[in-house]
Structures are given as structure tokens and as C-alpha cells.
């Protein structure tokens, strides 16, 4: 009885359902913190059944659990459940500063809730049809939580998030189809043919031409989720408007889901093409956005669009390095997506209660947090350098291993990335060190915020990515290597 | 085509009747409109009285007329006579089925247009430059709409020959084809237009600013009045038997079979007939539009003819 | 009955319900009305059911069936009233503004008709189903709504827009493969509906903010 995917499917559904009707009330931020963590749980459960007992395939094949995406399903299920502890003090705050009401939080916790699900079930389905739908709603579950503080901008913002990503996924959805038309051959007509476990067992006699079609149109669809260059445009506007839980989980997890997609599909294309086709498409893509986005940096003035970009650098990073496949690349890229959403979703964190605490995004006018806020302040500059790659953090050790794999497969790309990756580090040290360091500004509100930041999640992320960057469990790298052969 | 005897006789029969009946025609549509808008209308052989008043009449002519002005009432009519000769109404079997090119057709029809408003030009007033501008601005957005209508009948007989593309869409079973439909809706656009009627033109209009075709005319009289007018219904008659041609082509009898010219005959009276009624019908359900949503109307047809041309090409041929 | 339809008389149906489709997402291209817009869109579904329950019947895909009721009762008659409500309540009933004029917006629809025939070429020759030449047009349907979406400057068109680039989708799943497997159908249906709903709540908070619903209040969001 496949108990753990039902409750890792099961829980963020019902609480989904439950906030609904409770969300307003002073007890659902614990809730949706009690929800989190139960969901946590029980991926923490599916995963040690995985690690146990190897692949799952549950529900007449419809669910497939396999070291690629159990892991995934447990970063998943763990920063949903750190931002939601999070999330609790600064959506109080939000609420005591006015800018939202109990209505509105009733939405947001319900669709926090709503958004888990559609991002778990992306990952653990095993049907290409499904795994479309899930993601289409999962944009559909964060539109309104964009546009929560109906300020011009935030609907503005929402608005492009959703005509964007709805037109990207429609071509998504007509990649989808493609691939059902070449599947038919083989495999029959009927649910059967969508599955990716099946698809992957004839993937070498699917019809290249179909494939390949097939998967520009994917990668253009699946990609503009990720927010790879030039697709992006939704990303930047739809971080710096929304709430910063909801920046968090998009940059951490939306971002981690669509790319996982995108490689299922990879995989797929490779073993019909035989070329490295895909491969070089996705290293395109992947490098085109590390380079806009580094040079894009420096032109900010609000800390959310900073990270924002940063998070577009580092996923064209991950893309790249799936792109040049390989064991190392691929294991790199794994990390990277762990490392990245932790370090990430930490910033925000760190982010979210300095703006609140100095009332601005704009950076120009926050100034000197270690003094006014020490732990927020050392919770942002720890990111920062952690993010731009500084050892002893994992980030380092990821991108270090991409970079000497470029070096070794891909020569040419390295001198554009050790550029994107400099100019990065340039540009948001220089603008992070004086938010921190700086002399303290006067327009700081007085007082301390009404409610106690969640601080320990932001440095809970820190430890573990330093620990994964200073020494990583051989279990652990045996998994990552597990799935990185999965990739190819 | 050799020549053969009874092609002769159909082509000179085809090209008489042609010319005599095309006011019958003007005169059932007018007809049909007085009857759909419940008046008693003016009779259908009123354009031959009309014509035999004019005929009467002295032509004047303005002090600065050109000899041009007094030249175009009969290019006018021999143009529109020559495009009758060559459009198959009758049979196939012409004579002047080689030169029965369809784009030999459309440039006929060009050197028409361009001779009638260069006419209204020559006198130099307002109207008639007024008239003139407009009509090549009518003729420019219709001419490649046509054109592409007479293409994709082309492509489905594989030439541009009239007559053959007459026998080949005549003789094939029935089929459905959306392209063709395209195309007819694309060609009753066009005739529309360029034959004056509404929605771009109204025949009937006394408000000179309104006018396309009435405003070139202005300054014609006497028997050049009576060869224009003939003219214009001959043109209204031949845009009818292509239509005919290319979308209803049964009746029109093959090669030169004597008793299938006969049987033509009444198959062609009876299709001009429902044609020229279905004309009156549009007329009264639609309103005239405004002289700048001309280019959208016939924008519209363009679109439809290149779909239909589209749409053969890609749905139809493998 | 099934005797008399051979299989050329059979694709001959289904190209007629393909150019009626382009007709009428052209139409759709052309329109200067709002409310003519979502009957269009009714129209365009309609084709839609009419073709797939044809095909269902021709080709013996019982499933078809289940797919057209359900496109009939989204896209006929659930949609369009959800539409229509939403405008009604919005009161607005402008005339659409168009960012191009429309006889180039024509012009560049042509183009992208000619663009997507070009491209599905191959592909529908590797279709194994009666209804594969019409992958191009179901593609052209896609392209035209997308063309229509970025020609509009007020929100209840590109949101018809896009809802008519999923009925482009639904068309080349129809032409490709006989339509996706049903639980997938339905997904997606639920997804259309759900997000035509949320849109719905959105254009109300837009409406709120702006007193308007031109997209060009939409876009002061640009780099510094």
C-alpha cells in the first residue's frame, strides 16, 4: 500500500481544502506550518522507502518514484516547510503593517497549500499529460498570490507572469502532444503511451523528427518556467512584487520543478535522437541566460529583482550543466539545485524581514542592517556570499565541478561563464556589502518589528549547504550519483 | 484547339449574346431589387430603353477634352466585348481559347479600368478625379484578390487556360472542396466591388461624394454615355459567366458539341438568372460602407482567395 | 450509412471543418466587437465538437465522443457564458483596440499560416491518422491566436486570445492522435476552467486598481 505517496499527494491537497475555509482565522499560519511538516514527513518516509527498496511504480504506473525525483520531492517538502515557518512571523507583520487583510491571507495560506501539491504531483507522476497539468496549475495557483498586495505594480506583475507562462506552457502542451503522436506507434493509443517509464523503455525508436520538433517546443514551453533567457520576463517582476514567502518558493522550488520536467523530457529526446541535439539546445539556452542575467545585475535597484536575476543566472547554470550531460555535469547540476534552492530561499528569507524592518525594497536606501538587525544582517551577507560561490559553501563545490567540466567538454564556454559568474560576484557584493555594513541610515521606522523574525530557517538552509559544500555523506553522493546516471 | 466551324459559331454566338443580353441582366437585377424593397420597379428592359435614348441624343463633349475622352467609350466596349468572347459561357470549344488566358482575362480588364479613369481625369474636374482615384484604389485591392481567386482554380486544372479549366472543374465528381468555397466567396467579394454594386459602390446614388463609378462618368452624354453604360453592364455580365465558369460549370457543353450548345443556352439563361437575383438579395441586406473600409472588404477577399489558394495547396493536393 | 463514407469522402469532411476552424480563427483575427469575439469563440468550439463527434463516428474512437461533449460544454457553453457574465459585471463592451491595424494584422496572420503549414509538413506525414493534414491548420489556429493575443491592448481579448490558442491545441491533438488520453482531457479542461475563473477574479482586481482594463496601464513594470 503505497501509503507514502498518498500522504505526500494527499496532505497539501486536503490542508489546501481546509485553509479555504480556515485561512482567516489566527491559528492557519500554524496550520499551514503543521501541514508542512507532516508533508515533509511523509516525503521523508517515501524517500527512505526509495533508498531502501529502489524505484516505486504506484497506482497502475501512474506515480513513478525514482532517485531523481525522490530527492527532489524531499527538497521540495523541506523548504516548503521552512518558508512556512517563515512565512508565519511575516505574514503577521504584513498583516500588522496593514498591507494585507484576513481575507487575503485565507487565499494565500490555501493556496500555498494548493501550489505544494501541484509541485509534488509534477514530480511524482509518471504521465507527461499530467506532469503538463500540474504545472499549468501550478502557475495558476500562484497568480493570485502575486498580485496579493493589489498594488499596480504586483498586478502588473501577475498579469505578465500569467500571460507569459500560459502562452510558454501552451507550447509546452503542443510539445506534449507531438510526443503522444510518435509514442502511438509504439506503444499504442490510450494512457499507457504517456507514461515516461514506458516512453523511456522504447525512447530509441521513437521518430526523430517528431522528437525533435517535439522537443524544441518543450524546452520553449517547460523553459520559459524555468526562466531561461529570452523567456524570462515574467520572472524579475513576478519575485519583486509578490510576497516574499511566495519569491522564495517560486525561485526555490518552481524553478528546481520546471527544469526537472524539462531533463525527463531531455532524456526522452536524446534516446530518439541519438545527436546531442537536446543537449545543445539546453546548454544554448543555459548559458545565453547566465550571461544576460550576470549583466543584467549591476542595472538593479531593488533587492527582490536583484535575486530574482541571480536565481535566472543560476538555473541557466543547472540547464547548462544538464546540457553537457556526463556523469560529473549531471551530478553537478544536481547539487547545484539543491544548493541553490536552499542558499536562495534563505536570502529571501533574510530579504523579507529587512524590507519589513526598513520598510523599502530599494536598496539604495538600506543601509547598515548589522547594526540595526544583526542577525538579519548576517542572515543576508552569508547568502550573498554563499549564493556567488564562495567556498566552503556547496555552491562553490557545484560550480566549481561545472566549470572544470565545461573546461574538459565544453572549452568554449568557459571563458563566458568565469565572465557572467565575476561580473555577478561584482555586482551583487557591491550592492549587498553597504546594505549591510553601511553607516546606518536614518529612515530606518523605529522599534522593533512586531513579531519575532523566523530566523532559524534562513540559517538552518546555511548549515546544510555548508555542510554539503565541506562534506558531502557518501549516501548522499551516492544518490546524487544515482540519479545523475538517470540523466545521462 | 483547332479551329472548327461549330467552335466559330459558338464563340460568335457566345460573343453576340453577350453583348446583347448584358443589359437584360442590369435590368433583371434592378428588377429584383425594386421587387425585394416591394416597389413595382422599373421594368426589366429598361437599360435598352435607356440605351436607345441615349443612342439618340447628341454626345457633348467638354472644350477640353482630350482626344482620349472620345476615344475610351469605345475601348471601353470593345475590352469588355473581347473579355466576353474569351470567357468560356457556352462551350469550350473557342477558337479564342488560346489566348483565353486568365491572366489575359485580369489584364483586359486592367487596361478597361485604366482607360476609364484616365477618362474621367482628362476633363479635369473635381468629380472625375475623385471618381478616378478611388476606382484604381478599388482596382489595386481587387485585382490580386482576383487573381488569386483565377490561381487556384489554375492550380486544381493545372493551366491558366479558361477553357480548360472550365473542362477539368466541369467533368470531375462531385467533391467537396473547402478551397473552392473559399474562392467563390472570395469572387462574389471582388465582383462586388468592381462592378460598382454595394457594399463599395450604390449604382442608384445621386450624392456625387458617394460615388465611385457614377463620378467618372459625370461628363459623358449622348451615344459615349450609351457605350459606357453598355459597357459597364457587359463588364457586370462577365465577371457573372466566370463566376459561373469556375464554381457552377455544369451545362457548359464540352468540345464543339452541337446539341450541347443548345442545351447551354438555357442552362446559362437560368444560372445568369438565379445569379442576378442572389445579387439583388445582397444588395438589400447590406449597407454601403464607408469609402475607407473598402481596403478591409476587399482585404477580406484577399485573404480568403490566398486561403483558398492555401488551402488546396496543402489540404487538397497529397 | 458508415457504407457511403469512404475514406476520401471522409477527409474531404474533416478539410471542410478544418478551413471553417481557419475561417473562423481569421474572423476572430478581424473582429473590432468584444461581444462578436466570444461568439466567435463559441462558433470556433462548436467546429470543434462537430469535428471531433465526425471523427468519432468515422473512425470508431468511442472516447471522441466523451471529448466532444466535453469540449461542447466548456467551450460552447460554459466559457462564453463565464465570458459574457465577466464583461457584462466589467461593463465593458469597447470596441477592441488593435496595436497594428487590421488589414496588417491580416497580412502577418497569412504569413503565419504559410509558417505553420511549412513547419507541420513533416510531421503530419509521420501521423498515422485520417485527420493528419490537418496538423497544419490546427498549428496556424495557434499561431493566429497567439498573433491576436500580442495585437490587442485590452485584457478580455488577449485573454480570449489564449483561450483560442488552446482550441488551436485541442484541434492538433484531435489531428495528430485522435485526442490525448481522457484523464489528461480532462486535466486539461479543469486547468482552462479554473484558470478562466482566476482571470476573472483578476480583471476584477485590475478594474479596481486602474478604473480600466487597457493593458497599457500594465505596462510602467520596465528596466531601470
Excluded at chain 1, 524592518?357 to 538579519?376: F, H, S
Excluded at chain 2, 474621367?120 to 476606382?135: K, N, P, Q, V
Excluded at chain 2, 457548359?252 to 438555357?266: H, V
Excluded at chain 2, 445569379?275 to 441586406?285: D, H, M, P, S, V
Amino acid at each position: 500500500m503505497n501509503w507514502e505517496i498518498l500522504a505526500v499527494l494527499g496532505i497539501p491537497l486536503a490542508g489546501g481544502a481546509a485553509l479555504a475555509l480556515a485561512g482567516d482565522r489566527r491559528w492557519a499560519a500554524e496550520l499551514n506550518v503543521a501541514l508542512s511538516f507532516a508533508t515533509f514527513a511523509a516525503a521523508g518516509a517515501l524517500t527512505a522507502r526509495v533508498v531502501r527498496t529502489g524505484p516505486i511504480l504506484a497506482f497502475e504506473e501512474q506515480f513513478f518514484v525514482d532517485p531523481l525525483n525522490v530527492f527532489l520531492v524531499a527538497l521540495t517538502a523541506f523548504v516548503a516547510m521552512t518558508t512556512s515557518i517563515f512565512s508565519r512571523p511575516y505574514m503577521r507583520i504584513e498583516e500588522d503593517h496593514g498591507r494585507l487583510s484576513a481575507a487575503r491571507l485565507r487565499l494565500y495560506h490555501s493556496m500555498y497549500q494548493l501550489f505544494v501539491f501541484t509541485m509534488l504531483l509534477v514530480l511524482l507522476t509518471n504521465n507527461m499529460g499530467i506532469l503538463w497539468v500540474a504545472l499549468e496549475a501550478a502557475t495558476l495557483t500562484t497568480v493570485l498570490l502575486v498580485s496579493l498586495y493589489r498594488t499596480p505594480a504586483s498586478l502588473e506583475a501577475a498579469w505578465k507572469y500569467f500571460i507569459l507562462c500560459g502562452v510558454g506552457i501552451a507550447q509546452a502542451l503542443f510539445g506534449t502532444i507531438l510526443l503522444y503522436m510518435a509514442s502511438q506507434k509504439l506503444l499504442g493509443s490510450g494512457i499507457d503511451a504517456l507514461l515516461w517509464t514506458h516512453l523511456a523503455g522504447v525512447r530509441s525508436q521513437l521518430e526523430p523528427t517528431v522528437l525533435s520538433i517535439a522537443f524544441v517546443f518543450l524546452l520553449v514551453g517547460y523553459g520559459t518556467k524555468v526562466g531561461l533567457v529570452p523567456l524570462h520576463n515574467w520572472l524579475p517582476d513576478a519575485h519583486a512584487e509578490g510576497p516574499t514567502p511566495v519569491s522564495a518558493v517560486l525561485s526555490g522550488l518552481l524553478l528546481n520543478v520546471a527544469l526537472y520536467a524539462l531533463v525527463r523530457c531531455k532524456v526522452l529526446a536524446d534516446g530518439a535522437l541519438g545527436t546531442p541535439f537536446a543537449g545543445e539546445l539546453m546548454m544554448g539556452f543555459g548559458i545565453a541566460s547566465v550571461v544576460v542575467a550576470a549583466f543584467f545585475l549591476s542595472r538593479q535597484r531593488d533587492i527582490k529583482r536583484l535575486f530574482a536575476y541571480s536565481s535566472i543566472e543560476h538555473m541557466g547554470l543547472v540547464t547548462f550543466a544538464f546540457g553537457m550531460a556526463g556523469p560529473v555535469a549531471s551530478f553537478a547540476g544536481l547539487l547545484h539545485m539543491t544548493v541553490h534552492s536552499l542558499t536562495k530561499s534563505a536570502i529571501f528569507f533574510a530579504v523579507g524581514h529587512a524590507t519589513q524592518k526598513t520598510g523599502t525594497q530599494v536598496m539604495e536606501d538600506i543601509r547598515g542592517l548589522i547594526r540595526a538587525r544583526p542577525t538579519i544582517g548576517w542572515g543576508l551577507i552569508i547568502g550573498t556570499v554563499a549564493i556567488l560561490g564562495v567556498p566552503p559553501f556547496g555552491v562553490f563545490a557545484s560550480e566549481f565541478l561545472i566549470l572544470t567540466s565545461a573546461m574538459r567538454q565544453e572549452p568554449w564556454a568557459t571563458p563566458l561563464l568565469l565572465l557572467a559568474l565575476g561580473v555577478a560576484f561584482a555586482a551583487v557584493l557591491s550592492k549587498v556589502q553597504p546594505m549591510v555594513f553601511g553607516d546606518t541610515s536614518e529612515k530606518f521606522p523605529p522599534g522593533r518589528l512586531p513579531h519575532q523574525p523566523a530566523l532559524l530557517p534562513v540559517f538552518a538552509h546555511y548549515a546544510i549547504v555548508l555542510t554539503l559544500g565541506l562534506y558531502m555523506p557518501p549516501y548522499l553522493a551516492d544518490w546524487y550519483r544515482e540519479a545523475a546516471r538517470l540523466i545521462g | 484547339m483547332s479551329f472548327s466551324w461549330s467552335g466559330a459559331a459558338a464563340q460568335l454566338t457566345e460573343l453576340v449574346l453577350a453583348i446583347l443580353l448584358a443589359p437584360l441582366l442590369l435590368g433583371w437585377v434592378n428588377q429584383c431589387r425594386a421587387w425585394l424593397q416591394n416597389k413595382g420597379g422599373p421594368g426589366v428592359l429598361r437599360p435598352y430603353l435607356m440605351l436607345r435614348r441615349l443612342f439618340a441624343k447628341d454626345a457633348i463633349v467638354a472644350h477640353g477634352a482630350s482626344p482620349l475622352f472620345r476615344v475610351v467609350p469605345y475601348v471601353l466596349f470593345g475590352a469588355m466585348s473581347m473579355a466576353a468572347a474569351i470567357v468560356p459561357t457556352l462551350g469550350t470549344d473557342l477558337p479564342y481559347a488560346p489566348a483565353a488566358d486568365a491572366i489575359a482575362l485580369v489584364g483586359i480588364l486592367a487596361l478597361a479600368r485604366v482607360a476609364i479613369a484616365l477618362a474621367a481625369m482628362d476633363i479635369g474636374t473635381a468629380f472625375g478625379s475623385l471618381g478616378a482615384r478611388r476606382e484604381m484604389m478599388v482596382g489595386f485591392l481587387a485585382e490580386p484578390a482576383l487573381l488569386m481567386v483565377l490561381f487556384t482554380a489554375s492550380l486544381i486544372s493545372q493551366t491558366t487556360s479558361l477553357a480548360t479549366t472550365v473542362e477539368t472543374l466541369s467533368s470531375r465528381e462531385l467533391a467537396i472542396y473547402p478551397s473552392l468555397a473559399f474562392a467563390g466567396v472570395a469572387f462574389t467579394m471582388v465582383s462586388l466591388a468592381e462592378n460598382a454594386r454595394i457594399p463599395i459602390d450604390n449604382p442608384a446614388t445621386h450624392l456625387e461624394l458617394t460615388m465611385i463609378h457614377e463620378a467618372m462618368i459625370l461628363e459623358y452624354s449622348g451615344r459615349h454615355l450609351a457605350l459606357v453604360e453598355w459597357a459597364a453592364s457587359l463588364k457586370l455580365f462577365v465577371y457573372s459567366c466566370i463566376g459561373i465558369a469556375l464554381f457552377f460549370p455544369f451545362g457548359i457543353a464540352q468540345g464543339g458539341d452541337a446539341t450541347g450548345l443548345l442545351l447551354a443556352l438555357p442552362a446559362l439563361v437560368l444560372k445568369l438568372a438565379i445569379g442576378g437575383f442572389l445579387l439583388a438579395l445582397i444588395e438589400t441586406l447590406s449597407a454601403k460602407l464607408r469609402i475607407f473600409r473598402a481596403p478591409e472588404f476587399l482585404g477580406t477577399a484577399f485573404i480568403l482567395a490566398v486561403l483558398a489558394l492555401l488551402l488546396h495547396a496543402f489540404l487538397e493536393t497529397p | 450509412m458508415t457504407a457511403l463514407l469512404t475514406p476520401a469522402l471522409v477527409g474531404q469532411i474533416i478539410n471542410v471543418f478544418a478551413a471553417v476552424l481557419l475561417l473562423v480563427s481569421f474572423a476572430m483575427l478581424a473582429q473590432r466587437r468584444i461581444l462578436s469575439l466570444i461568439d466567435l469563440f463559441a462558433a470556433q468550439g462548436f467546429v470543434l465538437c462537430l469535428s471531433t463527434a465526425f471523427v468519432a463516428w468515422a473512425t470508431g474512437q468511442t472516447h471522441l465522443y466523451w471529448s466532444a461533449g466535453l469540449t461542447f460544454v466548456l467551450k460552447v457553453l460554459l466559457l462564453p457564458w463565464i465570458l459574457h457574465r465577466l464583461i457584462r459585471r466589467l461593463n465593458v463592451k469597447w470596441d477592441v483596440e488593435t496595436l497594428i491595424n487590421i488589414p496588417t494584422t491580416m497580412l502577418v496572420g497569412l504569413v503565419l499560416v504559410i509558417f505553420a503549414f511549412n513547419l507541420a509538413q513533416p510531421v503530419s506525414e509521420l501521423a498515422g491518422t485520417v485527420t493528419r493534414g490537418t496538423l497544419g491548420i490546427a498549428l496556424a489556429a495557434v499561431l493566429l491566436a497567439f498573433l491576436m493575443m500580442i495585437t490587442r491592448s485590452k485584457a478580455v481579448p488577449q485573454v480570449i486570445g489564449f483561450l483560442a490558442m488552446e482550441n488551436g491545441l485541442f484541434f492538433a491533438a484531435t489531428a495528430a492522435t485522435y485526442g490525448m488520453p481522457m484523464v489528461v482531457e480532462l486535466g486539461i479542461a479543469l486547468d482552462v476552467l479554473v484558470g478562466v475563473i482566476i482571470l476573472g477574479v483578476f480583471f476584477f482586481q485590475i478594474r479596481e486598481r486602474f478604473d480600466s482594463l487597457d493593458i497599457r496601464h500594465l505596462e510602467k513594470l520596465k528596466e531601470e
